[in-house]
């Protein structure tokens, strides 16, 4: 395993990575209210992670590659973008199953993995990408210990990662499915909540 597979996956247990933080519904961070976020790296140094059910309706997949200079030959339809979180907005990000890899490729965990290079985007324009694959424009990030305190805040619940979810649920349906899987009553759910 090398260091940066290392530094993904972690070592302690209540480190987060492969896991699904779920927005509380109190949250009053208009920037995560009802988001799933697919945690891809969490460890002493911080965390950083995907929100995985909020779309960039301004902006079409085709239009990315147009801006990219990359052409599909009509291959690949258009698809979703994702609003991975307010870091970084300019910066693209591959989620995806790990039948895809490069040397830059990190492997999560759970058959996933994280790649953030152009050439990415190529293969799926031309069809020779991951089979299944979420592009997201920015992440969310923690500082040492501040996913921690945010957590003991009530501003997130966790649970395992759903790949269905990830890739397949309908984005308007995930948050209550996320939180329905590990078996919460919406109604009853309440306390203060932090920020990202």
């Not at 890739?167 to 109604?187: M, T, V």
Request: glycine residues 10%; negative net charge.
């Amino acid at each position: 395993m090398n260091k940066a597979s290392k530094a993904a996956t972690g070592t302690h247990p209540s480190y987060l990575t492969g896991q699904f933080l779920i927005a509380m519904p109190a949250m009053t961070d208009p920037r995560f209210t009802k988001s799933v976020i697919y945690i891809c790296v969490h460890n002493e140094e911080g965390a950083m992670g995907l929100v995985v059910n909020k779309t960039i309706e301004s902006l079409a997949f085709s239009e990315l590659l147009k801006q990219l200079d990359i052409g599909n030959n009509g291959i690949i339809d258009d698809r979703p973008i994702y609003h991975g979180g307010p870091l970084d907005t300019g910066r693209g990000f591959i989620l995806h199953s790990l039948d895809y890899h490069q040397s830059s490729t990190i492997s999560i965990t759970d058959g996933l993995g994280l790649t953030s290079t152009i050439d990415v985007l190529s293969d799926i324009a031309e069809d020779r990408g991951p089979a299944q694959s979420l592009l997201a424009l920015g992440y969310a990030g923690w500082g040492p210990n501040q996913l921690d305190d945010e957590i003991q805040q009530n501003a997130w619940l966790q649970s395992s990662a759903d790949r269905e979810l990830i890739f397949n649920l309908q984005d308007d349906k995930k948050w209550e499915c996320a939180i329905s899987s590990i078996g919460i009553d919406l109604s009853l759910l309440s306390g203060e909540t932090g920020h990202a």
